[in-house]
């Protein structure tokens, strides 16, 4: 019989007590999030009429109100609770925060390098040069202090040989959680307390196991199945091999990394259904065999369902061996309800199971709702069964693999909306990257992978003979990947749909779920998909300039927005590592908040990492229509990361401009001034020819000074290039060989900030500078102590941060 797809039904007519449970949990998590207020309002208004249009079906299809009443009122009730719940968890890590920061001052204060540190191994993950450690009952008896949760310690380029179970002791240097929160970027230190972390460090010397115990022995299993493959698998693969089969990406390659993400493939990496599916549906199959092989479990049981029940051991044990990360437990939930449904003879639903999961795992970590990883998650299996009765329909080759190219392209259609707001990119070459990348893990890599392990306790040659055969199917796909990475057009970047936008799409697709004739379901979806274009709300009345001075360390990025809606960049540095980058994370998240996605100007005032180790990131996210630079011709040829900057902007189209005098540009009522650089002698220090910059409008002047020291300050001041200022950046940081006092004087400033990381070892600011700004009237500003600060201006009226 001919199959036709058709979209216009829907799951379901009427929406059921599960699904208005979740519902009402999420309208009640979103209205108790406190965030983005205008934004929330919108979508709580939008939830709440889905839920009365809900009732109203109900009644017209003689449902009961009553039972509708009770579902939704159990959804509030699970979401309240979940959400005190969680505070609960999380109040004795806030709590010892305090006293954290007073350990970290004394150490930084006096000098003192570590305390010895001790505790028990919870878990462990290798990275090429480092490993990290997860502690828990730890403790540090000099000052009597004991954690309240794991400590996340990092021991770099030392061989550490504990696994998790050991008592361990190691001299550390302990942190507390510090939230240097930019708007945008991802919020790590939310992210390590719902992790149960209270503390990080580092540690200071090799790492001495004191004795083993028997706990977290399923983590110290995972520990030695990451040896054996580390042991026999080559490193481009490593990583790829132990991400798949036992949730691990310390070894992944950052290039491969890249070459995931650039092609839409990375999401193959989680393990999700396809795992536990295997694992599950070989076991109830095993299993089923083995009882009606034993009489004795066969005449009184029904095999079957004696079958399903046994086979949650070994799901369960697996999810346990891949880390329980967010797509396991989905997955692991959804097929438990699948499982026991079959143990209990009941009638087995996707959506049932779908939404049940949902509920169980947000009454569990009621923040994932916000998280990427539990929209995409639940997104992607909900439009694979929307288009489930259509699919069991396709027989033979050619309709499943028509099938599988419509569930690609579907599935790819759907996500795209949350990929380009979650991570601001668009993967143009996904589709085709899938189509070959999904089959292949699915029926080669992940089954040749979870029969290595089996093989390994069974027989190990045999064991590792699969995993080498996994390797070298990984390393079609690495190949395949890092072809589509490198093809025209495939590094996309954008800002993505504003959060009133998606989360408007989002509850339109369960609106058009409910509509019952193709007419109204397609109207309603195209409402949604136009609700995406929704502009992102701007970050100043029109007519102001707004001046962010990022919080990137001990470093200086300052972002601001023209009166006539143009963005520009005054320095852009940071610490850039093969897994973090200042451009990526922080500054172009930032851009990306905003709705940003051209810069009319990039400024770096010297060729320093803290000043510049971001922009090249910025180069290839954004269209940037030009690059200020000072005059550094020797460090242009010399230092590789300043020269790599310049050639991604040639390359990219950016005009270059290198100063050698000072120039004032028009920009509406914006002016912005190139104060006369310090010019001469090659040898001179860098920091004293910094490229100065000067913005103003109407009464009000913001100094941007770079790193320039006692000559460049002294040379400003000799020309008259100074005039009084509103706001200026303390040159080098608050250096003891900057701010003199001819130059504060000169400035007379209302505002002075400091961009410094906290407790840096360079103990900037120093005291003595910062009693010198204190002498002037001005009022201190430092990025270590306030984070981000944002200022605003019209010429007349003064913004300052909140």
Known sequence: MKQTLNLSRPPWTAPSGTTLCLVAMVLTLLARSGENGFERFILCGSLLALILWSLWLKGREDSSLARSLSSLLLGVVLAVAATLWQQSRL??????????????????????????????????????GSTRLWVAQGRIDEIKWQAAGLVQIVAYKKRVAALPGDRIALQVKL????????????????????????????????????????????????????????????????????ALLVGKRGRLLATT????????????????????????????????????????LSLPHDSKRLAALLALIPLFMYGSLAGWSLSTQRAAVMLSLYLLSVAWGRNRSGWRSLTLAAILLLVWRPNDLFSAGFQLSFLAVAALLYL????????????????????????????????????????????????????????????????SLIGREVHPETGL?????????????????????????????????????????????????????????????????????????????AGWLHLAILDVGQAQSVVLRSPQGEWSVVDAGGTVTPRFNIGEATISAYLWHYGVDTIQRISIS????????????????????????????????????????????EKSGVAVRRFTQGEQHQEGPLT???????????????????????????????????????AGEAWLVDSNSLP??????????????????????????????????????????????????????ATLWRTDRHGTLVFQSNGQQLKLPR
């Open 91 to 128: 109040e004795p890590l806030h709590a010892q925060q305090p006293g954290l920061h007073e350990i970290a001052d004394s150490l930084y204060l006096t000098k003192k390098k570590s305390y010895l540190f001790k505790g028990v191994v919870y878990e462990r993950e290798d990275r090429f």
């Open 175 to 242: 942190f507390p959680i510090r939230s240097g929160y930019v708007p945008g970027s991802f919020d790590y230190a939310r992210f390590l307390f719902e992790k149960g972390v209270v503390a990080t460090g580092y540690a200071k010397d090799p790492v001495q196991v004191v004795s083993t115990t028997d706990r977290f022995f399923w983590n110290r299993y995972r520990q030695h199945l990451s040896d054996w493959i580390t042991q026999y698998v080559p490193p481009q693969t490593q990583g790829l091999v132990e």
């Open 257 to 296: 990394q890249e070459s995931l993400t650039v092609s839409g493939t990375f999401h193959l990496l989680a393990i999700s259904g396809l795992h536990l599916g295997l694992v599950a549906g070989w076991s109830f199959f095993i299993l089923r065999l083995l009882i009606t092989l034993i009489p004795a």
């Open 388 to 451: 489930s009765p259509w699919l069991a329909g396709l027989h033979g080759w050619r309709g499943r693999g028509i099938g599988l190219l419509v569930v690609t392209l579907f599935m790819q259609l759907v996500m795209v909306p949350l990929v380009m707001y979650h991570f601001h990119r668009l993967t143009p070459y996904g589709l085709l990257g899938n189509l070959l990348a999904v089959p292949w893990v699915t029926l080669i890599s992940a089954p040749l992978g979870v029969l």
């Open 465 to 541: 003979w699969l995993l080498n055969g996994m390797s070298w199917s990984l390393d079609w796909l690495h190949v395949w990947v890092e072809w589509l990475a490198q093809q025209p057009g495939a590094w996309q970047r954008t800002a993505g749909p504003s959060l009133l936008g998606l989360g408007l799409f989002l509850v339109g697709l369960l609106w058009a779920a409910l509509v019952k004739n193709r007419v109204g379901s397609v109207a309603v979806t195209l409402l949604a998909i136009g609700a995406l274009w929704l502009p992102k709300p701007a970050p100043a009345p």
């Open 606 to 649: 010297h060729p320093q990492r803290d000043h510049m180790a971001g922009a090249q990131q910025l180069i290839r996210n954004f269209k940037v229509k030009n690059l200020w630079l000072g005059f550094f011709p020797n460090q242009e040829q010399d230092r590789h990361s300043y020269r790599l900057l310049i050639e991604e902007a």
């Open 672 to 710: 912005v001034a190139v104060l006369p650089p310090l010019l001469g002698d090659e040898s001179l220090n860098l920091n004293d020819r910094s490229l100065v910059l000067l913005y103003q409008i109407g009464a009000h002047r913001f100094l941007f000074p770079g790193d320039i020291e006692s």
């Open 724 to 777: 009084e200022v509103t706001l200026t950046l303390a040159p080098h940081h608050g250096s003891n060989s900057s701010s003199t006092p001819a130059f504060i004087q000169a400035l007379s400033p209302e505002q002075v900030v400091f961009s410094v990381g906290i407790r840096n070892q360079h103990h900037f600011p120093r005291t003595q500078v910062v009693k010198r700004w204190q002498q002037t009237g």
